[in-house]
């Protein structure tokens, strides 16, 4: 039985607040329909409702949209199974696939897809692939922590010297994979030390990655744990001069140093396949991946794309953590950990 099943209370609270939209009007009151591609959506609305909006100009295909957390949307599609209105599930990160992976209810899809995207950035049964991609980096002051420079390892900032001085968003989900990537390498035990540590640290928590970059680059923690894009984000936003903060690709087989990705599957059952490959195959174009690489500042995941206003470190060029994306999915067991820890 696939993890997502089971996560009862919390996620049936959590999908009474999924909204339907019709991806052209936003408006939240238009029903699902059959003749349209019906896209399930982990994915911010305001993130990607500009790249499909392109996808249906580009393709003539009709999209109709329901956002949601990935893993809230995992779950329903879990429970509805074949009766499904959904062809597309775009998901935040590779976790949420994975599930569905195991549980047979994605397809497979066709090997000139998923062929074009940079090696491991595919499901090697062929259920999903990714999109865009994004790395865990290490947000740091420089008047503060200048050694974090030279960092490759995620437990530095254990080190008691750190106490009260590192930020996070337990609540955000990228936080949330990050622990299950610290389950996957070191074992329940190991994590489980891990978080006991870092707590003892007395990091503040933060709503979101954003808050986070805030705290950090106002000097109110000297630490804080991301991903890359908001910092770029950031640069872009105000120049590089105004933005104190720096941060750290730990360049090492590092549970720090995930790289996660966004992603899409087609559910089994689907009566638009040919129109969910269609739409894949245009997130995966040059201009797809281009809105990526420049609109979302995150990694495109097709050799030869770059961005035009971010100047990232080349995907390829990253040494990342070597855990399986698919081994994402126990995202129940990690929140049960996170809980018991006392870090929600």
């Known amino acids: 039985m696939p993890s997502l099943r089971s996560m009862s209370a919390v996620l049936a609270a959590a999908l009474l607040a999924v909204t339907t939209a019709a991806c052209g009007s936003g408006s939240g009151e238009e029903p699902l329909t059959d003749d349209a591609l019906v896209v399930y959506s982990g994915r911010n609305e305001n993130l990607v409702a500009p790249v499909l909006k392109k996808l249906e100009a580009a393709t003539g295909i009709d999209v109709q949209v329901r956002y949601g957390g990935s893993s809230e949307l995992a779950a329903q599609l879990l429970e509805e199974g074949e009766n499904t209105k959904a062809d597309l599930f775009f998901s935040q990160d590779a976790g949420a696939l994975g599930a569905l992976g195991k549980a047979d209810r994605l397809e497979t899809l066709d090997p000139a897809t998923t062929g074009k995207v940079l090696d491991g950035f595919a499901d090697p049964q062929g259920h999903w692939v990714a999109t865009s991609a994004r790395a865990r980096v290490v947000a740091y002051d420089p008047k503060q922590v200048p050694e974090a420079e030279t960092w490759t390892t995620v437990d530095e900032v254990l080190d008691p010297k750190y106490k009260g001085k590192i930020g996070y968003a337990p609540s955000n989900a990228s936080f949330q994979s990050f622990v299950t990537a610290l389950r996957v390498t070191k074992g329940e035990a190991g994590a489980k030390k891990w978080l006991e540590d870092f707590k003892a640290n007395e990091p503040k928590a933060y709503d979101n990655n954003i808050l986070v970059l805030d705290a950090v680059d106002s000097g109110q923690v000297g630490l804080g744990l991301i991903n890359h894009y908001y910092w770029y984000?950031?640069?872009?936003?105000?120049?590089?001069?105004?933005?104190?903060?720096?941060?750290?690709?730990?360049?090492?087989?590092?549970?720090?140093?995930?790289?996660?990705?966004?992603?899409?599957?087609?559910?089994?059952?689907?009566?638009?396949?040919?129109?969910?490959?269609?739409?894949?195959?245009?997130?995966?174009?040059?201009?797809?991946?281009?809105?990526?690489?420049?609109?979302?500042?995150?990694?495109?995941?097709?050799?030869?794309?770059?961005?035009?206003?971010?100047?990232?470190?080349?995907?390829?060029?990253?040494?990342?953590?070597?855990?399986?994306?698919?081994?994402?999915?126990?995202?129940?067991?990690?929140?049960?950990?996170?809980?018991?820890?006392?870090?929600t």
């Open 233 to 343: 984000e950031r640069v872009a936003e105000k120049g590089a001069s105004a933005v104190n903060a720096k941060i750290r690709f730990l360049g090492s087989d590092d549970p720090g140093a995930l790289v996660n990705v966004a992603g899409v599957g087609i559910l089994k059952g689907s009566n638009q396949k040919p129109a969910a490959t269609k739409a894949i195959d245009y997130l995966l174009s040059p201009e797809g991946q281009q809105y990526f690489a420049d609109e979302t500042a995150e990694y495109p995941v097709v050799e030869g794309v770059k961005s035009t206003k971010h100047d990232i470190v080349p995907l390829a060029e990253l040494k990342r953590s070597s855990v399986d994306l698919n081994s994402l999915d126990s995202l129940e067991k990690t929140l049960a950990l996170l809980d018991e820890v006392g870090l």
